[in-house]
């Protein structure tokens, strides 16, 4: 069993900066990527960045430039540094972490961005 826990998510104003935090722990062997998703408030989860076990990064377009995906295997946790943040960024933000082709969610934590 894996287990995700997320943290670093608050309000900040627009234009602001947030890094956010997962931290895995439990049976995890072998590569694994990791990645964050949200998901505001009547829309679906949407994808918002990942990165692969060898450290590749990929972006959805909303958040490329602005956000920064990074890990540290050692930690087994992975980061998104948050900049230029905009009033459509506001989401619970998910942590999802793919191992052997299952799933693990995070309890999410909230991002609000308004003035």
């Known amino acids: 069993q894996v287990q995700l826990v997320e943290s670093g998510g608050g309000l900040v104003q627009p234009g602001g900066s947030l890094r956010l935090s997962c931290a895995a722990s439990?049976?995890?062997?072998?590569?694994?990527?990791m990645g964050w998703y949200r998901q505001a408030p009547g829309t679906q989860r949407e994808w918002v960045a990942t990165?692969?076990?060898?450290?590749?990064?990929n972006y959805a377009d909303s958040v490329k430039g602005r956000f920064t995906i990074s890990r540290d295997n050692s930690k087994n946790t992975v980061y998104l540094q948050m900049n230029s943040l905009k009033p459509e960024d506001t989401a619970v933000y998910y942590c999802?972490?793919?191992?052997?082709?299952?799933?693990?969610w995070g309890q999410g934590t909230q991002v609000t961005v308004s003035s």
């Open positions: 999802k972490l793919t191992l052997r082709m299952q799933f693990y």
């Open positions: 990165t692969g076990s060898g450290g590749t990064t």
């Open positions: 439990g049976s995890i062997f072998g590569p694994y990527v």
